[in-house]
């Protein structure tokens, strides 16, 4: 006979077997389009367009009607209350309660999703993707002919349709910080501010030492011209050097790299410019940061949040992790630079110290974000933010942008662009309408060294291991520690578990203060 | 002020539109699976497969649904009302009869589809495809131990559910010529059966003849070993000087070749073995076939039936059309040769007439399907279909399968299967639950026949032409009569209207007799 118990048990179960066929469904739509768009970039013939455009916007609608269905709202209410229910029962007796608690991150992530999809109108979104593929090709227009006047318009056309997409979602809030949230659910904009506070306080000064340093660095270790099948057979090695699964991934070439999939099929794009091998090492380092967070998912976790990747930011301190930790490092130049000459013997009379120093110069002049060194980077970045915040709170005009955006390089950086091309209108972001993404890069170098930091804490120095082309303890603890937990739990969550604090940028400027006062013979304050 | 007509139009405008929206949905599901299977057969790391399965069958199951909504229903019932209406209206005013005609073709498709997926249990659905699954190892397993009775439970459990389907969609009919229709729906099986039958009448004496001819065929031009590169750059001339789209399509490697894909991206794969490269010429030319058709479908028809290829038949007349009648013709040796021997000199001392004979080549004792020749290759066809057919109608047992394939072999083809493994285990189709699929091979030859001859009849011989390398009389031909149309004609109608004839062996009978006899100094009769 069961009893009232089980009953409410076997339909509690039933429930959430209900809810997880539609996230898994869900989650396979998308998954089916990552692998339609990677085809895309990779390998689909030119005139594909058309037919993949369509393919892939019935996908992204089924996957809309999917998650904003009235099934999916009474479903999550159902478990919901449930969910309640059982963190009261929990309090008693604790049995189960793992498998519970996996659940209930399942629901608070489709329920965020599902509150955020269902209160935007279909309409304005369909307007602002409307309006976001038009802008495209005026934005490349108007950076070709140097004109902002040309783009302006729709840039004020994207601003007030994001400010009013995220007044349906947050009347009351600050339509910034709830843009933001799209990019970076769980860190909230007060912790992002203040971080990217401390960057400029910190870096301006540093980089004005930097600046003024006398120390000549061996800038040129990498010049030369170099073979484009050999530069693609050195990104292998590299991929195997660091431990890249190749029965769970591959290596292409794109005209903007990116690396995307799951943990069952983790795929990486690079490039390569005959004249900068260095980049394309670089390059290829941190698509395989991202790529290893994704072979790291835990399989059984597929469909489902629980194997899906945390936000941009984390996502971002992974691959910054190994670009900069690992990739920029005195030791890994010791042990690449000899795997490296092998297939470019003309390496042969650069020194491991003169590869570091080339791959860690620190630019005077540059005025574009993408070709940024570790330092300077972060200042591309505020200024953007800065300028991005104000726009969407009503602070600053449109028309104001490119005057501001040249004082704040002539203020952060000391250089002016000359023009709006390689000033506001260098990045592709706002001409998608992403207004709020520019602060996941910093905030993942950010969260990059925290983690590295406290990895170092629990398991020692991890110099020596990659000087042997050892890095399996290092991924064993980012393994341990990020990447099997998926979304389990929310980004302050995941920090504090992993690192023992709060998001901070103390471990960050620890680290570049370190290495950039060593490498420019800066004095120590 | 709207008319009461005016109105009416209105709303079947917007009725028909409705429809068209599901029915491009669907379309662009089927698609992103297409491309999907094409990256799991060509691109995806090994291990990948958990994850694509479970995409797979999402993108699946959504297409079923879409399908067999009642949305959809009621939209067919709507439509076909006032397709007979406006057939009514067509007879007194014949404006704008050429749309309404489209979408009556459409509507025909999709009504047809739906009833047979609607007619079909969920569950049933379900089972076959779980029990086709399992069967597939089974079969392997079988074969390589060369054991029939192993295989003998699954066939026969096959075989169950595949009449118990095909009594879902018509109880009153011959169950085999419902699962014919699955591969083939517009061709009566009758018609199927009387262009075999003709085909075992002519081909059992010509294949005599054949080998009791004393000519002495070239058959070792092609003979040693050759580079798997150059194999792949001379793929890229084969498709090169038959004038493949590249903007619209790739070329790749996989285990077994196939062409997939839409008018806008036409794919097609190939392989290389060392010692064929015959085979990887006339494998390549084969799928061009295929791929040039879906090239050839209307850009505008894109995500409907008018912008789909029409079925297994037509499609296989396509790539046996240029694989036979171009790719083992002799002025297609005279213009190819010099191209094969820039990749490989040591073609040097092959003449054409070798090259011709070589690529026609009739074995006297192969007892395997897909190597055989353009003769033989239809008694394979013969044996298998009348097996199918038979056990599918009752007449005949599982375990009589052995014994009557070898007794068939024997008798038509003169030679013995001495295992299973190259007798009735040879074939992946039976393991995969497909009866009624293996005679749109030979159909597609038989149309291919007729529809080259009706293309000489109305360009005149071709022959000269193909001697120079120009295909564009013969492909614009095929793009009028065949491409162009997509499936806005039923099958009969579509060869009526290219060919002025209802399909017939006649052709194919005259062109190998015509072929075979010259080559093998055959008598007249």
Request: some cysteine; proline content about 4%.
């Amino acid at each position: 006979m069961a009893t009232d118990q089980a009953r409410s048990d076997a339909s509690e179960a039933e429930t959430y077997e209900q809810f997880e066929d539609r996230v898994r469904r869900i989650s396979n739509v998308g998954n089916a389009a990552g692998i339609l768009r990677w085809d895309q970039e990779v390998v689909m013939p030119d005139e594909g367009t058309p037919a993949r455009a369509q393919q892939l916007s019935t996908l992204s609608s089924i996957s809309h009607e999917l998650l904003t269905a009235d099934e999916t709202g009474e479903l999550l209410e159902a478990l919901e209350g449930e969910t309640m229910q059982s963190s009261r029962e929990a309090s008693s007796e604790t049995a189960s309660t793992d498998l519970e608690d996996e659940q209930t991150a399942v629901v608070r992530e489709v329920r965020r999703t599902y509150d955020r999809e269902t209160s935007v109108p279909g309409e304005l979104v369909e307007e602002i993707s409307a309006t976001a593929s038009n802008a495209h090709p005026t934005w490349k227009q108007a950076r070709e002919e140097d004109d902002f006047e040309q783009f302006a318009p729709t840039l004020e056309k994207l601003v007030d349709l994001k400010r009013e997409y995220a007044k349906h979602i947050d009347p009351d809030a600050d339509p910034y910080a709830v843009l933001f949230a799209d990019y970076e659910p769980y860190i909230d904009l007060e912790t992002a501010e203040r971080v990217l506070e401390r960057l400029r306080e910190n870096l301006v000064p540093l980089i004005d030492a930097v600046q003024e340093s006398e120390a000549q660095l061996a800038t040129d270790a990498f010049a030369g011209q170099f073979d484009d099948d050999d530069q693609e057979a050195l990104a292998r090695d590299v991929l195997d050097s660091l431990g890249y699964d190749w029965d769970r991934g591959r290596l292409d070439t794109a005209p903007h790299p990116f690396s995307s999939g799951t943990q069952f099929d983790a795929r990486v794009t690079t490039r390569f410019e005959e004249d900068d091998l260095l980049g394309s090492i670089t390059s290829t380092i941190h698509e395989f940061g991202h790529a290893n967070y994704t072979q790291g998912l835990p399989d059984e976790g597929y469909g489902t949040p629980l194997g899906e990747a945390r936000d941009l930011s984390v996502h971002e301190s992974q691959s910054r992790l190994w670009e900069n930790h690992v990739g920029r490092s005195r030791p890994f130049w010791e042990h690449f630079l000899p795997i490296a000459r092998e297939r470019f013997p003309e390496l042969e009379d650069v020194s491991p110290e003169e590869a570091y120093e080339a791959a860690n110069q620190v630019h005077d002049d540059n005025l574009i974000r993408v070709e940024a060194d570790e330092l300077t980077y972060h200042l591309h970045i505020v200024i953007r933010f800065e300028i991005e915040r104000d726009l969407i709170r009503g602070d600053l005009e449109v028309s104001e942008v490119p005057a501001v955006w040249n004082d704040k390089y002539e203020e952060y950086l000391g250089v002016r662009p000359e023009t709006d091309a390689e000033g506001c209108l260098q990045d592709i972001h706002w001409s998608h309408g992403d207004f709020g993404y520019f602060s996941t890069y910093s905030l993942g170098s950010v969260l990059a060294a925290q983690l590295y930091a406290a990895a170092e804490d629990d398991r020692g120095e991890f110099d020596g291991q990659i000087r042997e082309g050892e890095f399996d303890e290092l991924n064993g603890w980012l393994r341990e520690h990020v990447h099997q937990h998926g979304k389990r739990y929310v980004t302050p969550e995941l920090i504090e578990r992993a690192t023992g604090e709060g998001l901070t940028a103390d471990h960050f400027l620890e680290y570049v203060e370190s290495k950039y006062g060593e490498l420019y013979d800066l004095e120590d304050d």
